[in-house]
């Protein structure tokens, strides 16, 4: 399901040489660059604490960066008129629900902001996913508030939805419902999707780009596919795999040194091009622990 868009599209998001400091820590983002299109399905790799919240949060406009700059639809992501802000969904790591609400009150509450509240789809994954609707919303446990907060971001069919570890209290069955609600989602809408996550097989599931972000930049985003067929490692001196790699157009990665002057690369090759029969192919979990 990794889609391809032609450039010339308006990104839905779009950051440009994006910084950003916090006190205690230092920096976190580093001029990042970053554009989401139309109908991607993008799943943001990285290390724990590597800043992925943090560079969501500057995406929605929730923080605003030391330099660069953050557009969504268009617009300046720090001051979006109403009719931008109706159409972005958004599940913060830690649920944001009004604990003493039952479900059935917070879904009326938040209809109430949104022109395009489909009642319809509420009502199915509400049933689906077997939610009470008046139960007081502390009394639910973390794996059903993660859902209402999902079902609340769904609801008004947003065409941008960030998710920060959405998954991360559902179980593997929950995970699967999930992640198949989000592609249907964007087959019918074209809705861009965005989340954050550390669970490999999640990605698997579904062919998504996948952006690794790693020292405060987005090291390489592409379709996993893609990634899977075009990268591999391959080992041998500095000179000759130098000269191997100008001869098939190769792009270097990650570099690891090895000793007496060899060295372990992870290099992605032109579409199409033979692989070597000694060059080592990678997983999903190769790419992550390198290019994070």
């Known amino acids: 399901m990794s889609t391809h868009f032609p450039h010339t599209e308006t990104p839905s998001a779009e950051l440009a040489g994006v910084s950003l400091s916090y ?3 230092g920096p976190v983002l580093k001029s990042l660059d970053w554009q989401l299109l139309p109908g991607q399905v993008v799943g943001l790799l990285g290390r724990n604490g590597s800043g992925k919240t943090t560079l969501l949060e500057t995406l929605l406009g929730l923080r605003e960066p030391d330099a660069g700059t953050v557009r969504v639809f268009g617009q300046d992501a720090g001051r979006l008129d109403d009719a931008a802000r109706a159409r972005i969904g958004y599940v913060p790591q830690q649920s944001d629900l009004f604990e003493g609400f039952t479900p059935a009150q917070l879904l009326a509450y938040f209809k109430s902001f949104y022109p395009r509240w489909n009642e319809a789809k509420v009502e199915g994954l509400m049933s689906r996913w077997d939610i009470a609707r008046d139960k007081p919303i502390r009394k639910l446990s ?7 907060s999902i079902i ?4 008004h069919e947003p065409d941008l939805l960030v998710l920060d570890e959405p998954v991360a209290s559902l179980d593997p069955v929950g995970r699967r419902d999930f992640l198949r609600e989000l592609v249907e989602q964007v087959l019918d809408r074209g809705t861009t999707v965005v989340f954050s996550t550390h669970i490999l097989s999640d990605l698997e599931r579904v062919a998504f780009n996948l952006a690794f972000l790693s020292e405060g930049r987005i090291a390489l985003q592409a379709p996993l596919d893609e990634l899977l067929e075009q990268v591999r490692a391959f080992t041998g001196t ?4 130098a000269s191997l790699f100008s001869r098939l157009g190769a792009q270097p990665l990650k570099r690891t040194p090895l000793e007496a002057g060899r060295e372990r690369v992870l290099a992605r090759l032109p579409a199409g091009v033979a692989v070597p029969l000694d060059a080592q192919a990678v997983n999903l979990e190769d790419l992550f622990a390198e290019l994070t």
């Open 23 to 25: 006190a205690k820590h």
């Open 142 to 148: 973390g794996g059903q508030q993660q859902r209402l």
């Open 152 to 155: 609340r971001a769904l609801a």
């Open 238 to 241: 500095v000179t000759e795999l």
